[in-house]
């Protein structure tokens, strides 16, 4: 059967629509806040143009060349060990994982598209809220999990071109849009120039080897590298691609999207005087009761903010299921809406247990050791998971992969000198840096103490 490809504004749409997500409008500002500003985003933005595009060129290569699923792309890529390096495919279920905790996420971001013309009168009122919210309300949050799930598979149902493409054709540029135009309203502001002070200024004392760790392992989460997303997406492109200058152009709109998100918000903070590290509850906590503060207009803009949170979510949450959609159509010859529902429940149930695990009455069931479920879910998969894709691509591009191959295909798009490099920082820099920054995280060795 023929299945059907991106165009080429397509794929550099899903790809986007992949890597701009709650990675860079909740997670990005609120740990830039709490690591101290400036000298993180520096290492954060040398992170990811070296190590990050590194690697998420060697990802969409293995996706173009294998034009398969991931376990079976690597089977196809590797010149002898077919048997062992299909596990190399491991990651088309890290997505899985992800989603467990994403789609609650994002269910808490439709509830508070509707509190948008509710907002609370304090801080200390919407913490409260936030929090009796995430412990009492089982019900409301089970409601928008399932609701996520549902668009989820409607989506990823529909196929690549049918359902991933034009979800990204529609809510990308929409997203765009609305950010950028909070973005201008956030400029007219006095707190911006505070704003800009705090994201651009290098204060170098404030920079713990802790970090640093934080800066790279987000640099995997937010370009969405290391679970086969990516190569999944690539593996329906059509011919003659330039990979490079699409892998450019994701990590750039990924970190523009970054970094405007980040000065709009530290602008609403500086405004009306609340501090920069507010941790996870920056977005659901300190912004509605800033935006209470502007009145009718804060309302619009509590509205509009939180749909684009939600269209950010939902076009990398079509990402995290496709690649496991992918795998059980080409490994098991299922059809695409058995594949979907197969890998959607999947994610949905245990999606429940991973909601359960904030609240009052399951928590204590649900918590292993320091972490509840949730946080686990979480731990594992950007600790872990990710970072070993990472390292896994990069040792298969750089090593096990005939270098000619390799060569044909991206010496043409970037140019001798430029090919030399890359492949020198994939074999040597990347799989490395990667791989001491995951011990680290992981306890085995620490840089921290
Ligand atoms: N990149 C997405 C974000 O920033 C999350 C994601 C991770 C999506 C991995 C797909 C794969 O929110």
């Not at 101290?36 to 990802?59: D, M, R």
């Not at 609370?120 to 936030?130: A, G, L, R, V, W």
């Not at 204060?203 to 969405?224: E, P």
Request: one cysteine or more; a neutral charge.
């Amino acid at each position: 059967m023929k299945i059907a490809k991106f165009s080429r504004l397509g794929f550099i749409l899903a790809a986007s629509g992949s890597a701009v997500g709650l990675g860079n409008i909740w997670k990005f500002p609120y740990i830039t806040g709490e690591y101290g500003g400036g000298a993180f985003v520096f290492i954060y933005l040398i992170t990811i143009s070296l190590i990050g595009v590194t690697i998420l060129l060697a990802e969409m290569l293995i996706g173009y060349m294998g034009k398969a699923d991931c376990v079976t792309s690597f089977e196809n890529l590797a010149p002898k060990n077919k048997g062992v390096w299909k596990y190399g495919g491991f990651m088309a279920f890290s997505g899985l994982m992800i989603l467990t905790f994403y789609s609650v996420v994002i269910g808490w971001i439709f509830n508070y598209i509707f509190k948008s013309f509710s907002l609370p009168n304090s801080i200390s009122e919407s913490e409260s809220q936030f929090n009796t919210f995430l412990s009492t309300d089982i019900t409301t949050q089970l409601a928008f999990h399932t609701i996520v799930f549902l668009i989820v598979i409607s989506i990823v149902v529909r196929g690549i071109k049918g359902g991933i493409e034009k979800l990204n054709l529609y809510l990308m540029p929409t997203l765009a849009l609305i950010l950028i135009g909070i973005f201008f309203y956030a400029l007219s502001l006095d707190g911006f120039s505070q704003s800009f002070d705090f994201m651009f200024n290098l204060n170098w004392d404030k920079l713990s080897s802790q970090a640093i760790i934080i800066a790279v392992g987000h640099a995997f989460f937010t370009i969405s590298l290391g679970m086969g997303a990516i190569m999944t997406y690539s593996a329906s492109l059509p011919k003659n691609v330039n990979l490079f200058k699409s892998s450019l152009i994701v990590v750039v709109v990924d970190t523009a999207i970054a970094l405007l998100a980040g000065l709009t918000l530290f602008a609403f903070l500086f405004e009306f005087g609340s501090e920069p590290a507010k941790g996870p509850g920056l977005v659901f906590i300190s912004l509605p009761a800033i935006f209470n503060e502007l009145g009718g207009l804060g309302n619009i803009l509590a509205l509009l903010f939180f749909i684009s949170l939600a269209f950010a979510g939902l076009t990398s949450a079509v990402s995290l299921l496709e690649p496991s959609v992918q795998y059980f159509i080409d490994r098991f010859k299922l059809n695409r809406v058995k594949a979907t529902l197969l890998a959607g429940s999947t994610f949905y149930i245990i999606g429940i247990f991973t909601l359960l695990a904030n609240t009052e009455s399951f928590s204590k069931a649900l918590t292993f050791g320091s972490k509840n479920f949730f946080d686990w879910m979480d731990f594992t998969t950007s600790a872990f998971l990710l970072p070993l894709g990472g390292i896994v691509m990069a040792i298969f591009v750089g090593f096990i992969m005939q270098k000619d191959r390799v060569k044909s295909i991206l010496e043409p798009q970037m140019g001798r000198n430029s090919f030399n490099i890359w492949y020198f920082v994939l074999k040597y820099i990347a799989p490395l840096a990667v791989l001491f920054v995951m011990l680290n995280e992981l306890g085995v060795i620490s840089l921290t103490e």
